[in-house]
């Protein structure tokens, strides 16, 4: 599938331009279905980070605007890819996500339109082992991700969960990108024990101390906040054990901050 003017005349775009910017590490799994997913694009952007499998020769069938680069952290990452562009604006997306055609219609819609939001919250529909979640803080998960070139810049300094900073308003698309975040429980374990580590670690170094009641507290404080509050219970057995185990890897989170404690 080709990128560019041509596609842009097809689709009847106004003068406004879109690059599709996604960055990869590994995703031959996913990265074919992503790009065809956003093939009306004008460009398509991939900033692979050393990939040692087919992620990046799969990305090339789809677009020549392929870029490896080492990994220098989420944001840096998704600022280079920002610049390879040349259009006006950017639709930021992970390797494992998908752009349906309702929401390609309203992406298209809302950049043929000059508006004075510089940026769109997009909802995400998180697919857990095939079947997508309801409530429990998982839809609709707005992502920032449709940004005015010029206007929004990601800040580095933070490694994991970067921050989009705008020079103007941001706004509300309605249709939901899809994400496909993971297809197995073993995925979904060794995930969130790189995130329980991640998260001790943040504790540890704000002067946060395990205590005996974290252990009970914590796991069932946020079990209530998913279940109850943000209306898991909405998505059924599904959602009951997705929030389950996410209110295990809190009591993780505060044993691994138990042992970094002990360490200092």
């Not at 093939?39 to 990939?51: G, L, Q, R, T």
């Not at 020549?64 to 006006?88: E, T």
């Not at 909405?234 to 185990?245: A, F, K, V």
Request: hydrophobic fraction near 40%.
């Amino acid at each position: 599938m080709l990128f560019g003017p041509a596609r842009a005349v097809a689709l009847n775009l106004s003068s406004m331009r879109i690059a599709a910017v996604v960055i990869t590490k590994n995703e031959e799994r996913n990265i074919e279905a992503c790009l065809r997913s956003v093939h009306w694009a004008d460009e398509a952007i991939v900033v692979d980070a050393c990939s040692e499998d087919r992620t990046v020769s799969l990305a090339r069938r789809h677009t020549d605007k392929v870029f490896i680069r080492p990994w220098p952290g989420f944001g840096p990452q998704k600022n280079y890819g920002i610049d390879q562009a040349a259009a006006d604006w950017i639709l930021i997306l992970d390797a494992d996500e998908r752009v349906p055609e309702a929401l390609r219609d309203e992406i298209i819609a809302t950049i043929r339109h000059p508006a004075v939001q510089v940026g769109f919250e997009i909802p995400r529909r998180n697919v857990f082992y095939g079947r997508p979640i309801r409530g429990g803080g998982l839809y609709p998960d707005y992502q920032l991700r449709l940004l005015r070139r010029t206007q929004a810049r990601y800040d580095s300094g933070h490694p994991v969960h970067e921050i989009v900073k705008l020079a103007g308003a941001a706004g509300y698309l309605s249709t939901p990108l899809i994400h496909i975040n993971y297809e197995t429980v073993t995925e979904f374990i060794a995930k969130q024990k790189y995130y329980a580590a991640y998260d001790a670690q943040g504790l540890a170094a704000a002067g946060v101390r395990a205590k005996a009641r974290h252990f009970l507290l914590q796991p069932l404080r946020h079990f209530y906040w998913r279940w109850i509050q943000l209306a898991g219970w909405r998505g059924g057995w599904h959602s009951l054990r997705l929030s389950l185990l996410m209110s295990y890897f809190e009591y993780e989170k505060y044993r691994i901050l138990a042992n970094v404690n002990h360490q200092c």
